[in-house]
């Protein structure tokens, strides 16, 4: 079993690179591009057990993936206010169509 010992700072710098490759989309090495640990292991060429030896650059990783889906309140608020605005100006819409429609019919 013995083997080379590994590269603590390669592992590090292919892990690094595999997560920039996949939060990019354009990963080397993994076939599905998900972002998970597994490929994260599979596009650093590691081991996962590999990769779990780092786990600074695992949170590192998983916090990305998180704050990828995550509205910020305040987008999430002006996407509200825009919906309420765009009701309103449908609203708008309906009712100067309707007054046109009278302003017709009385002349």
């Known amino acids: ?28 090495r993994s076939v599905t591009g998900k972002l998970t640990i597994s490929e994260l292991a599979v596009e650093a060429g590691l081991r996962r057990d590999t990769v779990y030896q780092h ?12 704050a990828r889906d995550a509205v910020p309140e305040s987008m999430a608020t002006m996407a509200r206010e825009l919906e309420k605005t765009r009701e309103a100006l449908r609203q708008a819409k309906n009712e100067l169509a309707a007054e046109r429609r009278t302003t017709a019919f009385l002349r």
């Open 1 to 28: 079993m013995g083997g080379k010992p590994r590269d603590p700072a390669a592992d590090r710098a292919a892990i690094m690179a595999a997560a920039e490759r996949l939060l990019a989309g354009t990963p080397l």
């Open 55 to 66: 786990p600074d650059l695992v949170e590192s990783f998983q916090a990305q993936v998180t």
